[in-house]
């Protein structure tokens, strides 16, 4: 079965899923689209999402999965190994809180198209950046205790997770938006570890072939 992974290089939710497919040891084919030129919107790609967001991921026979979180789901249930979720219902649970607090509590808050917006609506820069800022800051404040209790070098236990999937296309994305880390040490080392990680590795921003690097 060839997969065919529409990815934006710097977007948070396709990173998630560039994870995923790594940890999973699956190849695809990569399909670029520009979401400052605005390839999202247009007409050939709204046939494959009708969102117009990225991912999606076309996994043959005119099957189109979207949604970061339900295709991280859908790659832990067809190809369980290595698992990326735990076996127990309970710590099941709180990776998926831990995932759900940054793909519903941080990441729609300031994405390209809210930035957009904000801007539409008079906000300037600095008050887009402080707004992007706080929201990160607070799902990291909600994080980090989770992190502390539950993580063993990464956010839940020793091995990568969905959480972790979330969470480190989360630190990149607050290191563009100049968010402090410092007071999120348990954050810190899962981004530590995850960087010798070549899942990890093969999945960052700057290793995709539409990468702009200045």
Avoid at 20 to 35: E, H, M, Q, R, T
Avoid at 42 to 71: C, M, W
Wanted: hydrophobic share 40%.
């Amino acid at each position: 079965m060839g997969l065919t992974l529409y990815s934006a290089w710097r977007a948070t939710a396709p990173y998630r899923v560039r994870i995923g497919l790594a940890l999973k040891g699956l190849a695809y084919d990569y399909s670029p689209i520009d979401l400052i030129r605005g390839d999202q919107r247009k007409a050939e790609y709204r046939a494959i999402n009708r969102q117009g967001l990225t991912p999606a991921l076309d996994i043959g026979g005119g099957r189109v999965l979207t949604q970061s979180l339900a295709i991280l789901e859908w790659l832990e249930e067809a190809h369980p190994e290595p698992p990326i979720l735990p076996q127990d219902a309970l710590d099941r649970q709180i990776v998926r809180a831990m995932a759900l607090i940054i793909a519903c509590d941080i990441h729609p808050l300031n994405n390209t198209r809210v930035g957009r917006k904000l801007n539409k609506m008079g906000v300037d820069q600095a008050g887009i950046l402080e707004w992007t800022q706080g929201w990160i800051c607070e799902g990291f404040d909600a994080l980090e205790p989770l992190i502390e209790r539950h993580g063993r070098g990464f956010a839940f236990g020793d091995k990568p997770t969905i959480a972790d999937c979330c969470l480190i296309p989360q630190i990149y994305s607050a290191q563009r938006y100049e968010v402090d880390l410092m007071p999120y040490p348990s954050i810190r080392s899962v981004a530590d570890r995850a960087a010798n990680h070549p899942a990890f590795q093969m999945a960052h921003p700057n290793k995709q072939p539409d990468a702009v690097l200045s």
